[in-house]
């Protein structure tokens, strides 16, 4: 990692959280609330975007109502909040924030998951030693990381956005990683297909290893 410090900022849901399955679900129980068919994960994968509003204009054909975004955002949480207890860590990463923390390395999280309910969820993995710091969304759901990115980034002592790297499986993690300066790697483990994350113009990588592996490299 070379002689200075570098600092990973990793994404929770589709990266270090292996929680596809119980997203597929929720989105197509919110899905069924307003009479749409189904999708696969692979169309979700190549459509998925936020905000979230915008992809499911991408599905419907329109944006949808207020009113049915917020019907819909109420049961996408409640069948998530259901599913996602049988979800576990990603393969390796839990050796992998070990490894990158004895090397000297420092690391965070940052999710777009609700903050009071993703605290105790990390802890019950028993990697919250791991982080100097972990946030998750506050206010409304289905927006942007960016403004959130500012915000964590500034409460982090002695972290610089250039020896930064964000990990995450979204091209938003991008988009919020180039807002203040930092480098990114976009993992295929989640939400986008490789295709679209190729888009982004960061590397792309089909594992874990692999994103810390090119982490090292970027800013070692």
Known sequence: MGKHTAHIVWDWNGTLFHDIDAVMSATNAAFAEIGLEPITLARYRALYCVPIPRFYERLMGRLPTQAEWDHMDVVFHRH???????????????????????????????????????????????????????????????GSKTAHM????????????????????????????????????LYTGGSHSRESLVEAGVPVVDSLAEAVAEAERLVG
Not at 90 to 100: F, P, R, T, Y
Not at 159 to 181: E, L, M, N, P
């Open 150 to 185: 500012d915000r964590h980034l500034s409460g982090l002592t002695g972290v610089v956005a250039s020896r930064t790297v964000v990990i995450g499986d979204a091209v938003d993690d991008a988009v919020a990683a180039a807002h203040v300066g930092a480098h990114a790697v």
């Open 80 to 142: 998530y909040r259901d599913h996602h207890i049988r979800c576990g860590l990603a393969d390796g990463a839990e050796s992998l924030l070990a490894g990158w923390q004895e090397a000297g390395g420092t690391q965070s999280l940052l999710s777009m998951h609700g903050h009071e309910e993703l605290v105790p969820l990390v802890r019950g993995f028993g990697i919250e030693r791991r982080f100097v710091r972990v946030d998750g969304r506050t206010g409304p759901s289905g």
